[in-house]
């Protein structure tokens, strides 16, 4: 238990290689003591105790600010603890409020061509960032700069551009939805659409199959649901340590009598036992056992799963006709259900079920019978599905199933798709999308009076692509690290180094700073747990959780430097300096009272009207979801089964797939620690989990080194190098390794149809022993190869 939170911001600047992980087995319960003492000690390491006192008491209170983490929806204001918050919240919180900082003095003393080559985790660790910097054109320093001339220059290159569509515009879904609306309405008042965000990379997936079936992008189901749920599916995630506090939720499900089904390959703690740190015999007992039956999927295994169970419900159907298929809701509010019934008879094979998945047939009948005995269902998923190169037809699928048992729209059932970044969700609604429909585009219009462009816009990996062909002049990012989260990692690199400018509003360092174009802007804002005072007064944003409940974040400590400014006054002034008096935005009123911003909002987007009212009631208000008031909003008004033809993920002989996934003790792109405690790892992050069977198959022990190649039709080779070998229990064929450090094995073109989202989750690799005399691995002599800005030849054509 006293794996200290890593050590003082003078540790080494790369990361401890593969030789110095150390194997444990992997635990079979999540959360409880150990957890919490665990988020203490990396707040100790991070804060002061006072702060972290302070902070952890106002973490998701409803006079407090919203946990910068997940976006698992907060109980009830009367029935939240006094500590509502998990361990990892607790570490994210921390995290920004570090007490280190990041001062002009750290940029004279590190080239960015040396930032360049440390470590995601020792940048972060660095501190908060305290001014506004610039790095000019030939320059390998960051300089400071004041507001004015960062957004002067910032300014100066939108206004130069040929087109606005010359530019890009970020979003990463930590962003509240002020500033968000703020940034999206300034992009469209300056005549683009191109709003790429995370949700590109993660749940776009989800979105775009709920838009063709149910008619909204959201999921329907409130935490009620999921406690009154008699069955619950959990499929690809890992809520032990990416959403801890969803397993409280799945307790109740359990103390209420209901069932729960985990699909997964590999046997997450979290989904195994919880011990619910909140409750006396959470610390002492043995804690909830969540599975009632794990099925140790194959990687991209879900569309046949859901295939083969929706025959076997049909299958049913027939042999007792009216007690499995719900009639009443099917025909009274769905189309489609024979053309997709024939389907399934028509095209399900079971020996290509049973390969896909890796199950058995008495395993899917089993899932069967418990769907059988079950009248609410509800289907949670996350990136183990979305992530997918077949990820939209899976989830249309999964919404198959639920339409099949009438389970949306009723209390109990439901589509629950749990999003990550904690105002994601928000995000979108406030319409950060290169899509909006056109009905959000017209009110815009009739509120500011100017007119939206109408072409959609580019979103993340698109974004890339136009990157890389030269077309992109000015990148500005509102919180993320888009360096890291996308796929492609040295080709992505390259595409942003043709930028002409690449400006970040940031709270942390971070590898996009140092990835960066010719100029290159830190606009250093505030975070979550800070006080913002503006001349209207101390302000507050608003977020909307996973499950459409909006609410106000209000932070309250001292901000990490004088010179920071929050997100809406960054974006306001810079409108203002980009586009004078163009638009008849009132931007200055806007950051001098969010209330403002929040009006407008209020006659724009739907379910926001009397705004400010009510977002200051305690824990908010609920989003209206047409589902759930009977409505599917598609274009005839009806639920849409669909036919999905049957897709899986297999390798050539001698390779596997890869999954790139997230470990305990990290944030995204960000790990905050090198171990991975749930799982057994520790000391170093370049471990690949095996299936043992495999292991012998290629050759390979417990312990060997190596690198790990990648396959695509490209032909390009894209290898991560210097990984231990870990013998791990993941079906046969499925590697695992972590997210980010093998993003440069997932090809920027291989992404899922439909939704353009990184296949992250399902890559073919090989793996290459590694000779003992290969020498550092790639990642750490990255500075043979990234060449700092100022001393590569520009690329033809600039
Ligand atoms: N502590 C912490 N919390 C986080 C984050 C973080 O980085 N750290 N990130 C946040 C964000 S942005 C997001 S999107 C969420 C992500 O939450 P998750 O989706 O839980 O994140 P991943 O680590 O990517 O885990 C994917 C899970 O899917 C499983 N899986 C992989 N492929 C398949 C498949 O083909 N089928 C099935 N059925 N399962 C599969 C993996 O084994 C793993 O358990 O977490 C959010 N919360
Ligand atoms: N291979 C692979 N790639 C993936 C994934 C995967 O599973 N596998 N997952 C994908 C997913 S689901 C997602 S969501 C993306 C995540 O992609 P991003 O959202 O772009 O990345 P983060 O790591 O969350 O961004 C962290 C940075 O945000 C900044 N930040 C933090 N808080 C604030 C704040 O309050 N304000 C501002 N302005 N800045 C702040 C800090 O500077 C910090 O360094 O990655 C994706 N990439
Ligand atoms: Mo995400």
Same mark, same amino acid.
């Given at each position: 238990?006293?794996?200290?939170?890593?050590?003082?911001?003078?540790?080494?600047?790369?990361?401890?290689?593969?030789?110095?992980?150390?194997?444990?087995?992997?635990?079979?319960?999540?959360?409880?003591?150990?957890?919490?003492?665990?988020?203490?000690?990396?707040?100790?390491?991070?804060?002061?105790?006072?702060?972290?006192?302070?902070?952890?008491?106002?973490?998701?209170?409803?006079?407090?600010?919203?946990?910068?983490?997940?976006?698992?929806?907060?109980?009830?204001?009367?029935?939240?603890?006094?500590?509502?918050?998990?361990?990892?919240?607790?570490?994210?919180?921390?995290?920004?409020?570090?007490?280190?900082?990041?001062?002009?003095?750290?940029?004279?003393?590190?080239?960015?061509?040396?930032?360049?080559?440390?470590?995601?985790?020792?940048?972060?660790?660095?501190?908060?960032?305290?001014?506004?910097?610039?790095?000019? =054109?030939?320059?390998?320093?960051?300089?400071?700069?004041?507001?004015?001339?960062?957004?002067?220059?910032?300014?100066?290159?939108?206004?130069?551009?040929?087109?606005?569509?010359?530019?890009?515009?970020? $979003?990463?879904?930590?962003?509240?939805?002020?500033?968000?609306?703020?940034?999206?309405?300034?992009?469209?008042?300056?005549?683009?659409?191109?709003?790429?965000?995370?949700?590109?990379?993660?749940?776009?997936?989800?979105?775009?199959?709920?838009?063709?079936?149910?008619?909204?992008?959201?999921?329907?189901?409130?935490?009620?649901?999921?406690?009154?749920?008699?069955?619950?599916?959990?499929?690809?995630?890992?809520?032990?340590?990416?959403?801890?506090?969803?397993?409280?939720?799945?307790?109740?499900?359990?103390?209420?009598?209901?069932?729960?089904?985990?699909?997964?390959?590999?046997?997450?703690?979290?989904?195994?036992?919880?011990?619910?740190?909140?409750?006396?015999?959470?610390?002492?007992?043995?804690?909830?056992?969540?599975?009632?039956?794990?099925?140790?999927?194959?990687?991209?295994?879900?569309?046949?799963?859901?295939?083969?169970?929706?025959?076997?419900?049909?299958?049913?159907?027939?042999?007792?006709?009216?007690?499995?298929?719900?009639?009443?809701?099917?025909?009274?509010?769905?189309?489609?259900?024979?053309?997709?019934?024939?389907?399934?008879?028509?095209?399900?094979?079971?020996?290509?079920?049973?390969?896909?998945?890796?199950?058995?047939?008495?395993?899917?009948?089993?899932?069967?019978?418990?769907?059988?005995?079950?009248?609410?269902?509800?289907?949670?998923?996350?990136?183990?599905?979305?992530?997918?190169?077949?990820?939209?037809?899976?989830?249309?699928?999964?919404?198959?199933?639920?339409?099949?048992?009438?389970?949306?729209?009723?209390?109990?059932?439901?589509?629950?798709?749990?999003?990550?970044?904690?105002?994601?969700?928000?995000?979108?609604?406030?319409?950060?999308?290169?899509?909006?429909?056109?009905?959000?585009?017209?009110?815009?219009?009739?509120?500011?009076?100017?007119?939206? =462009?109408?072409?959609?816009?580019?979103?993340?990996?698109?974004?890339?692509?136009?990157?890389?062909?030269?077309?992109?002049?000015?990148?500005?990012?509102?919180?993320?690290?888009?360096?890291?989260?996308?796929?492609?990692?040295?080709?992505?690199?390259?595409?942003?180094?043709?930028?002409?400018?690449?400006?970040?509003?940031?709270?942390?360092?971070?590898?996009?700073?140092?990835?960066?174009?010719?100029?290159?802007?830190?606009?250093?804002?505030?975070?979550?747990?800070?006080?913002?005072?503006?001349?209207?007064?101390?302000?507050?944003?608003?977020?909307?959780?996973?499950?459409?409940?909006?609410?106000?974040?209000?932070?309250?400590?001292?901000?990490?430097?004088?010179?920071?400014?929050?997100?809406?006054?960054?974006?306001?002034?810079?409108?203002?300096?980009?586009?004078?008096?163009?638009?008849?935005? =009132?931007?200055?009123?806007?950051?001098?009272?969010?209330?403002?911003?929040?009006?407008?909002?209020?006659?724009?987007?739907?379910?926001?009207?009397?705004?400010?009212?009510?977002? $200051?009631?305690?824990?908010?208000?609920?989003?209206?979801?047409?589902?759930?008031?009977?409505?599917?909003?598609?274009?005839?008004?009806?639920?849409?089964?669909?036919?999905?033809?049957?897709?899986?993920?297999?390798?050539?002989?001698?390779?596997?797939?890869?999954?790139?996934?997230?470990?305990?003790?990290?944030?995204?792109?960000?790990?905050?620690?090198?171990?991975?405690?749930?799982?057994?790892?520790?000391?170093?992050?370049?471990?690949?989990?095996?299936?043992?069977?495999?292991?012998?198959?290629?050759?390979?022990?417990?312990?060997?080194?190596?690198?790990?190649?990648?396959?695509?039709?490209?032909?390009?080779?894209?290898?991560?190098?210097?990984?231990?070998?870990?013998?791990?229990?993941?079906? =046969?064929?499925?590697?695992?390794?972590?997210?980010?450090?093998?993003?440069?094995?997932?090809?920027?073109?291989?992404?899922?149809?439909?939704?353009?989202?990184?296949?992250?989750?399902?890559?073919?690799?090989?793996?290459?022993?590694?000779?003992?005399?290969?020498?550092?691995?790639?990642?750490?002599?990255?500075?043979?190869?990234?060449?700092?800005?100022?001393?590569?030849?520009?690329?033809?054509?600039?």
């Amino acid at each position: 238990m006293s794996e200290a939170p890593t050590g003082s911001r003078e540790s080494s600047t790369t990361d401890p290689g593969p030789e110095h992980a150390r194997i444990t087995p992997p635990k079979t319960w999540a959360a409880g003591v150990p957890a919490v003492a665990q988020a203490i000690g990396y707040s100790l390491a991070e804060t002061s105790p006072r702060n972290t006192a302070r902070n952890l008491l106002d973490l998701n209170q409803t006079k407090g600010f919203d946990c910068p983490g997940c976006a698992w929806p907060d109980p009830e204001p009367g029935e939240r603890a006094v500590n509502e918050y998990c361990e990892n919240g607790a570490k994210h919180t921390n995290d920004d409020a570090t007490t280190r900082r990041i001062t002009p003095e750290f940029f004279a003393r590190h080239p960015v061509s040396e930032l360049a080559r440390a470590s995601d985790r020792w940048l972060n660790q660095q501190g908060r960032l305290t001014h506004p910097m610039v790095k000019r =054109p030939g320059s390998d320093h960051y300089e400071p700069v004041d507001w004015h001339e960062a957004l002067g220059i910032l300014a100066r290159e939108l206004r130069s551009l040929d087109s606005p569509d010359e530019a890009v515009f970020y $979003t990463s879904g930590r962003a509240g939805n002020e500033p968000a609306f703020v940034l999206q309405l300034f992009a469209r008042a300056l005549g683009t659409n191109n709003l790429p965000d995370c949700s590109n990379l993660c749940h776009e997936s989800s979105g775009t199959a709920l838009h063709e079936t149910l008619g909204i992008g959201k999921g329907d189901v409130s935490l009620a649901d999921l406690h009154h749920a008699d069955l619950v599916l959990t499929l690809g995630q890992n809520p032990g340590s990416n959403h801890p506090r969803m397993l409280s939720a799945l307790e109740e499900t359990k103390r209420r009598g209901g069932t729960i089904v985990a699909v997964n390959p590999l046997p997450e703690a979290g989904l195994m036992r919880f011990k619910n740190p909140q409750k006396p015999r959470g610390v002492v007992g043995r804690g909830t056992n969540i599975a009632d039956q794990f099925l140790q999927i194959r990687l991209g295994g879900d569309l046949a799963l859901f295939q083969a169970l929706n025959l076997l419900l049909l299958e049913a159907e027939e042999a007792a006709p009216g007690t499995v298929v719900d009639r009443a809701f099917v025909e009274a509010r769905t189309e489609g259900f024979e053309k997709f019934a024939d389907h399934l008879r028509r095209t399900v094979s079971w020996p290509e079920v049973l390969a896909a998945t890796g199950l058995t047939r008495a395993q899917i009948e089993e899932l069967r019978d418990r769907v059988l005995a079950s009248e609410r269902t509800v289907v949670c998923w996350a990136m183990g599905l979305t992530q997918q190169k077949h990820a939209v037809p899976t989830i249309r699928e999964v919404v198959n199933f639920l339409l099949l048992r009438g389970s949306v729209g009723r209390p109990g059932t439901g589509v629950c798709p749990v999003r990550g970044h904690s105002n994601v969700q928000g995000d979108r609604t406030m319409g950060i999308w290169e899509k909006m429909p056109q009905s959000f585009l017209d009110a815009l219009e009739e509120e500011f009076g100017f007119k939206p =462009p109408a072409d959609h816009g580019l979103d993340t990996v698109d974004s890339i692509r136009a990157m890389k062909e030269g077309r992109i002049k000015v990148f500005l990012g509102l919180a993320g690290n888009f360096v890291r989260a996308t796929p492609d990692s040295e080709v992505t690199a390259e595409a942003v180094r043709r930028c002409r400018l690449t400006a970040h509003i940031s709270t942390k360092l971070n590898r996009s700073h140092t990835v960066c174009g010719e100029t290159a802007l830190i606009l250093p804002t505030l975070g979550r747990s800070e006080r913002d005072c503006q001349s209207g007064g101390e302000q507050f944003l608003t977020v909307e959780d996973s499950m459409s409940q909006v609410h106000a974040s209000r932070g309250h400590l001292e901000p990490a430097s004088k010179h920071l400014l929050s997100e809406v006054a960054i974006l306001t002034r810079l409108a203002r300096r980009t586009l004078g008096d163009q638009v008849a935005v =009132p931007w200055e009123e806007f950051e001098a009272d969010y209330g403002h911003i929040r009006e407008r909002i209020a006659r724009i987007v739907p379910g926001f009207h009397n705004f400010n009212a009510r977002v $200051t009631k305690p824990g908010g208000f609920g989003l209206p979801n047409p589902v759930n008031d009977g409505v599917f909003p598609t274009p005839s008004g009806k639920a849409q089964f669909t036919c999905n033809a049957f897709t899986a993920l297999s390798a050539p002989a001698g390779h596997l797939l890869l999954q790139t996934l997230r470990s305990h003790d990290q944030w995204n792109t960000v790990p905050y620690t090198m171990n991975d405690r749930y799982r057994g790892i520790h000391g170093s992050r370049r471990v690949i989990l095996v299936n043992p069977h495999d292991l012998r198959e290629l050759g390979l022990s417990d312990g060997d080194l190596v690198d790990v190649a990648s396959v695509w039709r490209d032909g390009i080779e894209r290898r991560a190098e210097g990984f231990r070998v870990v013998p791990y229990s993941t079906p =046969p064929g499925c590697a695992a390794a972590y997210y980010p450090e093998t993003n440069v094995l997932v090809p920027l073109d291989s992404t899922a149809e439909g939704s353009n989202t990184p296949t992250s989750k399902g890559i073919v690799v090989r793996l290459e022993p590694r000779p003992a005399d290969a020498g550092p691995p790639r990642e750490a002599r990255a500075s043979d190869r990234e060449a700092p800005a100022s001393d590569r030849s520009r690329p033809e054509g600039r």
